[in-house]
């Protein structure tokens, strides 16, 4: 029997490399999203957070099957997302770094009363209990409806191009 990732890669007709090398030309805002699962935080740096719904207002992310973090994300109940700022590129390296301590020194988290592992020094971000969550390729989808948003202050984004990370300022 044929994996989702299989029976998709057996039709795609596009090569991984050209994929992505694509994506790599399109700019992506940076997020980390961190979970727990009862069992310890699991958080990861992601450029797959979207906006899906309005109403009700709805994000989604997509996660690796492979990944360290897919089992906490499997079993949680709810997330949050931390939209970074141009200068927490070392925030974000940090959670896409395999193997890292990511909530050790100097990460400075502590929780929500509903439990969620939160990051100081995001200018933004939210809290989503999870709706659904779908095998796509190689990789999950995950739905979130959310709960609660907090935005601080005015930062310029950090974003993901071309193999690194940029800051995004308006054009003025």
């Known amino acids: ?25 399109h700019p992506a805002g940076v997020t980390v999203i ?7 935080p699991a958080g990861f740096t992601a450029t797959s ?12 992310f997509a996660v690796a099957t492979v990944s360290s973090v897919w089992a906490t994300f499997a079993a949680a109940e709810s997330f949050t997302a931390h939209f970074l700022a141009a200068d927490q590129h070392d925030l974000a390296a940090r959670f896409a770094a395999r193997g890292a301590d990511r909530f050790g020194s100097p990460t400075a988290w502590s929780r929500l009363e509903t439990g969620e592992p939160v990051l100081h020094g995001a200018p933004a971000r939210l809290r989503a209990v999870v ?11 995950v739905i979130g409806l959310v709960t609660d948003i907090e935005s601080d202050e005015d930062r310029d ?10 800051a995004a300022a308006p054009i003025r």
């Open 131 to 141: 709706q659904d969550r779908f095998e796509v390729g190689d990789h999950h989808l």
């Open 157 to 166: 984004p950090l974003v993901y191009h071309a193999g690194g990370y940029c």
């Open 34 to 40: 961190c979970a727990d699962a009862g069992y310890g």
């Open 1 to 25: 029997m044929l994996t989702a990732a299989a029976r998709t890669a057996a039709h795609a007709g596009v090569a991984p490399d050209d994929y992505r090398s694509l994506f790599r030309s």
């Open 49 to 60: 957070l979207a906006s899906v719904s309005l109403a009700p207002p709805l994000v989604s």
